[in-house]
C-alpha cells in the first residue's frame, strides 16, 4: 500500500499545468477578499443614497453585484483560466437564461391593443 | 480527413499497484474479481450501465402499458359516457371506492384524473425513460467505445429516482381523493385549487423524476465528450449519439426551470404561498383566502420553457434510433450525415426559444405571438431536414424489410403527417380554432405515437438480438407491425376531423352534453354543435384503440417467447458497422474484450472494393485497399 | 474495469469527468435559479404600486451573512490549494473553517426565518393596521373566566386538555412590539422612514379583523424570499454536508489516491463557490432594495 502511495505522489506534479505556489495563493485569496468586501460595502451604500429611484438603484447594486459574481467566478472557481469546452456549455446557458428572462417579461407586458394591466 | 484523427494516449492507464485499484476507484467498489455479485448486486443494485438500460426499459414498458390501459378505460368513458366499464369496472369500483367510480362507471373526477396521468405516464415514466434512458444507456458507450458510463453509481442514483418518482406517481392513484386532476400540464390556479392531494404526490413525483433526468443528462454529456473511443472523433459518431447528445443538453437546461416552478407550485400548495394565484381569485364561488399578487401566466412560461423542449426529448432518440435501422437495412450509407447533426444541433438549439406557441391563446400581444410563430416555422426547417436526409436515404438502397425497418420505414410518413399538421398549430391565426380541440390531441399523438413510439418498437426489434443472443419472431413481428400501424391510424385519423368540428379536448363526457345543449334549441342555426357523425366517430375510436391494445399483445409474448426460443445469432446478426456489434453477445461486464480504436465514419455500408457489405468503424484502413472518399465522413 | 478519465485530463478537452460534470450540473443549477429569479422579477414588477416590500430584511444580519460565505469561499479555495501543494494538516484546518461558518450561516439564517416567524400584521376594524413583533397574548378560560398570557400565538381560540379536563380559551388581546399605521403601505416602504418609533401595542381581541404573521402565504415578496433563501439554505446544507464527508471520514482516501481526492475537494469547492455566487446576487435582490 506504502508504495502505491508513493508512485502516486510522485507522478502529482508531472500532469499538473500550473505549478502551485501556495504564497501567491493566501496573498490573491485575501485581495480577492478584501475586493468582495469593497463591493459589498459598495452595493450597501448605493442602496442607501436618497437622490436616487429604486430602477436607478437597482441598475447601480446589480453591476456591482456582477463585479463581485465576476470575482468570484472568475478566481475562485478559476474559470478564467478555464477550457473551452465550459465556455460553450455557459455560454448556452446563459443565453438560455437570458432568453428564458427577456422573452418571459415581454411576453407579460405586450397585451392586445385595448386591453389594461390593472 | 486521416490528419484530424487524433490518436489519444493508451486507452487504458498502466496497471496500478496491487490493493490499489479496488480501493480508489469509487464507482466500482466490490466489483472486482473478489466475489461473484448475488442477484441483488447484479440486477438490482446494478452500476453497470447494461442493467440499469434493461431496467430502465421494462420499467418504462411497464408504465406505457398502464398509460395505455388508462387511456382504454378513458376512450370507452368518451364512446359511452357514463356506462359502466366491462369487466374493469368492478375492479375499479373496488379499488378506488364507489365515490369516484359508481357503480363501475368512470366520473368526471376520476375521468380527469386519468386524462392527468394518462399524459404524466406516457411522458415522463414511459417515452423519456425508455428512448432517452433505456436505448441511450444500454447503446451509446458501447457506440462510442466506452466501458460504462463516466459516472455508474450516478446513473444507478438516477434509475432510482426515476423508479421512486414513478412510484409515488402510481400510489397517488390510491390515496384519497385520487391522483392529480389538473392535466399534465398542472396549470395554476386549478390545480392549486383542487381540494385533493393529488397534485401533492405529482408536484413530488415530477421533483425526483426531474432530479433523475438531471443526473442522466449529466453522465450522458460527461460520456459522449469524455468515453469515446480513440479514434471516435465527433463526426464519426453514429447519428444515434448526437441525438442522444442533444436529448441530454436539452433535459439539462429545460428541467431546472420546471423544478423552479414545481417548487413554487408545492409552496402554493402547502405553504398558501401566491406565486401562480392572482389577486381576486375566487374559488367554488368564494374570494380564495390567498395574498395574491401572483401571476397564473408564469406557470405556463416555465412550464412550457420545459415543455417544448420535451417534445424534441421524445422525437430526436427516436430520430437517432430510426437512423441506424435505416442505415443498416438500406446498406448504403446515411444520406447527409453532416446535414443531420447540424440540423440536429440547430432542432434543439431553437427548442428552446418556441414554447410560447403554447400559449396564443392566453391573451398575449401581437408582437410577442409574431416572434414566437416566427421561431415556430424556423425550426420546421431543421426538422425537415432530418426527414428528408431519411427518405433520400432510401434511394437507391437494397433494402432489407425486416420487422425493424417495417417500424422504421412507417416512422418517416407517420412523423410527416404529425409535424405537418403542426403548423396550422404554429400559425397563430389557425390556431386559435384549433386551440384544445381534438384535433391537437391526433397532431401530438402522431408524432409521438407511430411516431417514437414505432422508433422504439424498431429498436426493441434491432437491439434484441444484442441484449439477448437471440432474434425477436420475424412473423409476429409483422403481425404486430401491421396491426399497430392500421390500428393506430384508426385512433388518430378521425380525431382531425373531430378537432376541426370543434370537439374541444378535455370534455369527460366527450362532448355528449355540449351537443345536447345546442342541438336542443329548437330550429337555431347550430353554430359548434357537434353533429352525429362527429359524435359516433368516438365509438370507432373507442374499437380501434381496443385493437391497438390487443395488437401489443404478439409484441409482449414475443419479448419473453424469444429470450428462450428465439433464433439464436452471432455478435452482428445485422452485419452492422457500428461498434456496439463489435462486442461478446450479450457485453460482458467493461463492455469490450479488446481494444477499440476507430478508422472510419458510423455508416460504411457497401464500400467498392470492400469483401463484404459493411466495414466496422474498428476495421483499420488496408494499405491495399483503393483510397474511397465517402461524402459522409 | 476502469473508467478512462476519472482521474487524469482528457488531452483533447484537457478536463478529467468529474470536473465537466460539476460545471454541467452547475449549468442546471444556473437554469434553476433562473426560473426562480425570473418569478422574482415578473412578482416584482406586477406587484401593486406600493405594496412591494423595500427593507423589510436585516442588512446587518445579510451582510454578515454575505461575509460569511465570502469567506467560507476563500477557505474552500485555499483548503483545495493545500491538497495540490499535499499539505493534509492545512487542508483538515481550512475545511474546518468552512464547516463552522457554513454553519454559523445557516444559524443566522434560522434567526432570521424566526424574526419573520414571530412578526405579525394585525388588520384592525377602524381600518388601521398594527404591525410588530408578537410579544404576548391573553387568552380567558371560557369555563372559569380566567385570564392565562402565553408567550405565542395559539390562534383565535384554542382548547387544551389536562387533568382529563378539556380547557377551552378564547383570544383576549395580543401585544405586539410595534406601532400601528393607518396607511397600509406605510409598512411596506420601510427604506423611507427614517426612523420607526416601536412600542408595546395592545389590540383587544374584538378589534381585530385578520391577524397573519410574515411568513410565506403573507405576501409575494414573502414567497419569493422564503422560497429562494430555502432552496439556498439547502444547498448549502448538501453543500456542507459533501464537505463533511470529505473533511471527515472521506479523507482516507488522502492516503490511497491523493490526486483523486484533490479533484474531489476542487469539484466540491466548485459546487461551494456556486452557491456562494447565487447569494452574491441574493443579497442585493432581497435585502438591499
Known amino acids: 500500500m506504502s508504495d502505491s502511495h508513493q508512485t502516486k505522489t510522485a507522478a502529482l506534479p508531472a500532469v499538473d499545468e500550473h505549478p502551485v505556489d501556495y504564497k501567491s495563493y493566501l496573498v490573491r485569496c485575501a485581495a480577492i477578499f478584501a475586493a468582495v468586501l469593497c463591493a459589498v460595502g459598495a452595493m450597501i451604500y448605493i442602496s442607501y443614497l436618497p437622490e436616487y429611484g429604486w430602477s436607478a438603484k437597482v441598475a447601480m447594486i446589480l453591476t456591482v453585484a456582477s463585479v463581485n459574481a465576476f470575482l468570484v467566478a472568475g478566481f475562485l472557481m478559476h474559470l478564467l483560466s478555464e477550457k473551452k469546452l465550459i465556455y460553450t456549455v455557459l455560454a448556452f446557458t446563459v443565453f438560455f437564461v437570458a432568453g428564458l428572462f427577456v422573452l418571459t417579461i415581454y411576453a407579460m407586458h405586450d397585451f392586445p391593443t385595448g386591453t389594461q394591466l390593472h | 480527413m486521416e490528419a484530424k484523427v487524433q490518436q489519444f494516449p493508451p486507452y487504458r492507464e498502466p496497471e496500478a499497484p496491487h490493493g490499489h485499484a479496488a480501493h480508489d476507484d469509487h464507482g466500482h467498489q466490490g466489483e472486482h474479481a473478489h466475489h461473484e455479485p448475488n442477484f441483488w448486486q447484479k440486477y438490482i443494485f446494478s452500476s453497470d450501465h447494461k442493467i440499469i438500460g434493461i431496467q430502465y426499459g421494462f420499467t418504462a414498458l411497464c408504465f406505457m402499458l398502464f398509460g395505455f390501459f388508462l387511456m382504454l378505460l378513458m376512450r370507452w368513458q368518451i364512446a359511452h359516457p357514463g356506462k359502466p366499464v366491462p369487466f374493469f369496472g368492478e375492479i375499479l369500483e373496488k379499488i378506488l371506492g364507489s365515490g369516484v367510480a359508481p357503480g363501475g362507471a368512470i366520473s368526471p373526477d376520476l375521468y380527469n384524473s386519468f386524462g392527468a396521468m394518462h399524459g404524466t405516464i406516457m411522458v415522463f415514466l414511459g417515452i423519456v425513460p425508455l428512448a432517452f434512458a433505456a436505448f441511450g444507456n444500454y447503446v451509446v458507450p458501447l457506440m462510442i467505445g466506452a466501458p460504462d458510463m463516466a459516472f455508474p453509481r450516478v446513473n444507478m442514483a438516477s434509475y432510482q429516482a426515476y423508479f421512486l418518482g414513478g412510484l409515488v406517481m402510481f400510489v397517488s392513484f390510491f390515496i384519497p381523493g385520487g391522483a392529480a386532476q389538473a392535466g399534465w400540464t398542472s396549470y395554476s390556479p386549478l390545480a392549486t385549487s383542487i381540494p ?182 424556423i425550426i420546421s426547417i431543421p426538422s425537415v431536414i432530418i426527414l428528408t436526409c431519411f427518405f433520400m436515404s432510401l434511394w437507391g438502397g437494397s433494402i432489407r424489410f425486416n420487422t425493424p425497418m417495417l417500424f422504421t420505414l412507417a416512422f418517416l410518413p407517420m412523423f410527416g403527417i404529425g409535424g405537418l399538421t403542426g403548423l396550422p398549430l404554429g400559425f397563430n391565426v389557425s390556431d386559435v380554432h384549433l386551440h384544445d380541440t381534438y384535433y391537437i390531441i391526433a397532431h401530438f399523438h402522431y408524432v409521438v405515437a407511430p411516431g417514437t413510439i414505432f422508433a422504439l418498437f424498431a429498436g426493441v426489434y434491432y437491439w434484441y438480438p444484442k441484449i439477448t443472443g437471440r432474434r425477436m419472431n420475424e412473423f409476429w413481428g409483422r403481425v404486430h407491425f401491421w396491426c399497430s400501424l392500421t390500428f393506430m391510424n384508426l385512433v388518430f385519423m378521425p380525431m382531425f376531423a373531430q378537432g376541426m368540428a370543434g370537439m374541444l379536448r378535455r370534455m369527460s363526457d366527450g362532448g355528449a352534453n355540449y ?59 445485422w452485419e452492422a458497422t457500428t461498434l456496439e456489434w463489435q462486442t461478446p453477445t450479450p457485453p460482458p461486464h467493461g463492455n469490450f474484450t479488446r481494444e477499440m480504436h476507430v478508422y472510419r465514419g458510423a455508416y460504411d455500408y457497401s464500400a467498392p472494393g470492400h469483401a463484404s457489405d459493411f466495414t466496422p468503424q474498428n476495421e483499420p484502413e488496408s494499405p491495399t485497399a483503393p483510397k474511397i472518399v465517402i461524402a459522409t465522413h | 474495469m476502469e473508467i478512462p478519465y476519472n482521474v487524469q485530463p482528457r488531452p483533447d478537452t484537457g478536463l478529467y469527468n468529474a470536473k465537466l460534470g460539476i460545471w454541467l450540473f452547475l449549468a442546471s443549477e444556473v437554469m434553476l435559479f433562473g426560473g426562480l429569479f425570473s418569478a422574482y422579477i415578473l412578482l416584482r414588477v406586477g406587484a401593486a404600486p406600493g405594496y412591494w416590500p423595500h427593507g423589510w430584511l436585516d442588512v446587518r444580519f445579510g451582510t454578515f451573512n454575505t461575509i460569511l460565505l465570502a469567506l467560507s469561499a476563500i477557505t474552500t479555495l485555499l483548503a483545495w490549494v493545500a491538497c495540490k501543494v499535499g499539505e493534509f494538516g492545512k487542508f483538515k484546518f481550512f475545511h474546518a473553517c468552512t464547516i463552522v461558518l457554513a454553519l454559523t450561516f445557516l444559524g443566522v439564517k434560522m434567526y432570521e426565518y424566526h424574526d419573520k416567524w414571530i412578526h405579525y400584521e394585525i388588520k384592525l376594524n377602524d381600518g388601521t393596521f398594527a404591525d410588530g ?157
Open chain 2, 515 to 573: 351537443s345536447a345543449a345546442v342541438n336542443s334549441r329548437a330550429g337555431a342555426e347550430v353554430i359548434g354543435g357537434l353533429s352525429g357523425n362527429m359524435m359516433a366517430l368516438h365509438v370507432w375510436i373507442l374499437w380501434a384503440a381496443i385493437g391497438l391494445g390487443l395488437a401489443q399483445i404478439p409484441f409482449i409474448i414475443n419479448i419473453f417467447w424469444s429470450m428462450g426460443h428465439g433464433e439464436k445469432v452471432n455478435d452482428n446478426p
Open chain 2, 196 to 377: 385533493t392531494h393529488g397534485q401533492l404526490f405529482w408536484i413530488i413525483g415530477m421533483v425526483l423524476l426531474i432530479t433523475s433526468s438531471l443526473l442522466g443528462a449529466v453522465n450522458f454529456v460527461v460520456t459522449i465528450i469524455q468515453l469515446r473511443a480513440p479514434g471516435m472523433t465527433w463526426m464519426r459518431l453514429p447519428f444515434f449519439v448526437w441525438a442522444q447528445f442533444v436529448t441530454a443538453f436539452i433535459l439539462l437546461l429545460a428541467f431546472p426551470p420546471l423544478e423552479a416552478a414545481s417548487v413554487m407550485q408545492l409552496m402554493d400548495n402547502v405553504a398558501h404561498t401566491s406565486f401562480f394565484l392572482p389577486t381576486g381569485l375566487a374559488v367554488g364561488g368564494q374570494l380564495a383566502h390567498i395574498s395574491g399578487g401572483g401571476s397564473p401566466l408564469l406557470w405556463q412560461h416555465l412550464f412550457w420553457f420545459l415543455g417544448h423542449p420535451e417534445v424534441y426529448v421524445l422525437i430526436l432518440p427516436a430520430m437517432g434510433i430510426v437512423c441506424e435501422v435505416l442505415a443498416n437495412n438500406t446498406r448504403k450509407p446515411i444520406w447527409g450525415y453532416k446535414s443531420l447533426v447540424y440540423a440536429v444541433l440547430a432542432v434543439g438549439f431553437l427548442s428552446f426559444i418556441v414554447w410560447a406557441h403554447h400559449m396564443y391563446m392566453t391573451g398575449m400581444g401581437t408582437k410577442i405571438s409574431t416572434f414566437f410563430q416566427a421561431t415556430t416555422m
Open chain 3, 133 to 289: 413583533h408578537f410579544e404576548s397574548a391573553v387568552y380567558v378560560n371560557k369555563a372559569t373566566d380566567q385570564e392565562q398570557e402565553v408567550s405565542s400565538y395559539q390562534g383565535l381560540a384554542y382548547s387544551e386538555v389536562s387533568g382529563g379536563a378539556t380547557n377551552n380559551y378564547v383570544l383576549s388581546s395580543v401585544t405586539l412590539d410595534g406601532r400601528i399605521v393607518q396607511d397600509e403601505t406605510l409598512l411596506y416602504d420601510l427604506r423611507s422612514q427614517k426612523h420607526i418609533e416601536r412600542a408595546p401595542v395592545k389590540v383587544p381581541a374584538d378589534k381585530i379583523t385578520s391577524m397573519e404573521n410574515y411568513g410565506p402565504w403573507h405576501n409575494t415578496f414573502l414567497a419569493i424570499y422564503f422560497t429562494l433563501t430555502g432552496l439556498h439554505a439547502l444547498h448549502i446544507l448538501g453543500g456542507t454536508f459533501v464537505i463533511g464527508y470529505m473533511w471527515g471520514p472521506g479523507s482516507k482516501m488522502w492516503k490511497t489516491n491523493r490526486e483523486q481526492f484533490t479533484n474531489r475537494i476542487e469539484v466540491s469547492g466548485l459546487f461551494w463557490h456556486f452557491v456562494d455566487l447565487v447569494w452574491i446576487f441574493l443579497f442585493p435582490v432581497l435585502y438591499l432594495t
